[in-house]
């Protein structure tokens, strides 16, 4: 039975595999709207979606619906969050969540002021494995938490047109693959970062192509993260203990981690949750976070992220038209 109803903003590759994940779960998509009322029409005949609206502005105004998710590309989050959380709805909204600190800062307050749940799609916060290894290095067996290392490299067709690349969809590694490389990160480091250093290389579109990141926070904890949008490479992550280091493959949905304790060399393999499940998580949680139960979206996290990509851009010099 459904507790909430979901509408859907944005009829693209990962609206289509989150409302993939709806239909499996048995939760009925209460309404969808895109920019091409065509293309929400057919998701809509798709999914057994009874309401298309004529536009996103219909659906953000529509009473009837409880929770909006998102899933437009990233210069196209803040208009609708702002509809919709005005308009009293909790939002799920797609990574990145906004182009920067000071669009989520207006976020976040018309969230507090509606009493809403704001929250980023961000997979790595809800699989299980993740909480799993958050449970173990919290026993202490592993010791303190010295360096995380990060990759994510995608090999996107090198079209200065498309949403990867173009400034004028808020392209770049950065937002879209970044975004995952830090959010692992801040999961596993006790305080977010004050200290960071970075290279970029530009495609020519002008947006970051490739960049390499330093991270280190006031506990000592350090980072580095590669990220290419030209240049496949293992979504490797490895998160380095006094004792022992832990590493995750294809980490934005991973199911598995292996633990190598260093005294004696002896690993330990960790599986919980399935990678095809992922968006199933997020939308478990998402409930749960709107039935005021326990459950933690980590917007704490989300906001300390934007911080960092916001310093990073800013300090590379690339501008999005919205914010010039
Ligand atoms: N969580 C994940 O695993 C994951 C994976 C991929 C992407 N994402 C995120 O999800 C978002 C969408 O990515 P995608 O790959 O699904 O993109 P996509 O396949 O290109 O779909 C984009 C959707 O947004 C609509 N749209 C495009 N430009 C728009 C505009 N100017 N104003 C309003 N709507 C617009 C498109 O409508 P039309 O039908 O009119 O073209 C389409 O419905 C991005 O923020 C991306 O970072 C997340």
């Known amino acids: 039975m459904n507790t909430y109803r979901w509408a859907i903003l944005g009829c693209g590759s990962i609206a289509n595999e989150f409302a993939q994940a709806m239909n499996r779960m048995g939760v009925q998509i209460f309404g969808v ?3 091409t009322y065509q293309n929400a029409a057919a998701f809509a005949e798709k999914y057994g979606i009874n309401r298309v609206y004529q536009s996103p502005r219909e659906l953000l105004e529509d009473e009837n ?14 208009p609708y969050l702002r ?4 308009h009293g709805k909790h939002v799920l909204c797609e990574k990145s ?10 976020a976040k307050q018309l969230a507090e002021e509606h009493h809403v749940v704001l929250a980023e799609a961000m997979t790595i916060y809800h699989m299980p494995l993740y909480k799993k290894l958050h449970a173990i290095t919290a026993e202490g067996k592993l010791g303190a938490l010295k360096m995380v290392q990060m990759n994510f490299g995608s090999y996107k067709k090198y079209d200065m047109a498309n949403r990867f690349f173009n400034p004028d969809l808020a392209g770049g590694a950065l937002l879209d693959i970044g975004v995952y490389a830090l959010s692992f990160i801040r999961w596993f480091l006790s305080e977010a970062p004050d200290q960071i250093t970075s290279q ?25 993260a590669l990220l290419s949008l030209h240049a496949k490479q293992p979504k490797r992550g490895t998160v380095v203990f006094e004792k022992g280091y832990v ?16 005294a004696d060399g002896t690993k330990e393999t960790i599986s919980c ?6 968006l199933c998580y997020e939308i478990r949680d998402m409930e749960q976070a709107v039935s005021g139960g326990e459950n933690e979206m980590h917007l704490d996290y989300t906001s300390d992220v ?9 300090s590379w010099g690339i501008k999005y038209p919205e914010e010039i």
């Open 33 to 35: 709207a895109n920019r």
């Open 65 to 78: 619906i409880d929770i909006v998710y998102i899933a437009t590309p990233h210069n196209k989050h803040i």
């Open 83 to 86: 509809e919709a959380l005005q």
């Open 97 to 106: 969540v906004t182009l920067n600190s000071s669009e989520l800062a207006q």
């Open 200 to 224: 970029v290389k530009l495609a020519p579109s002008g947006v970051d192509e490739q960049a390499s990141i330093l991270l280190m926070n006031p506990a000592g904890e350090m980072a580095s």
């Open 247 to 262: 590493e995750i493959y294809d980490y934005p949905r991973a199911e598995c981690a292996v633990i190598t304790y260093t």
């Open 273 to 278: 949750g399935s990678t095809a499940e992922a």
């Open 306 to 314: 934007m911080r960092i990509m916001t310093e990073l851009r800013n």
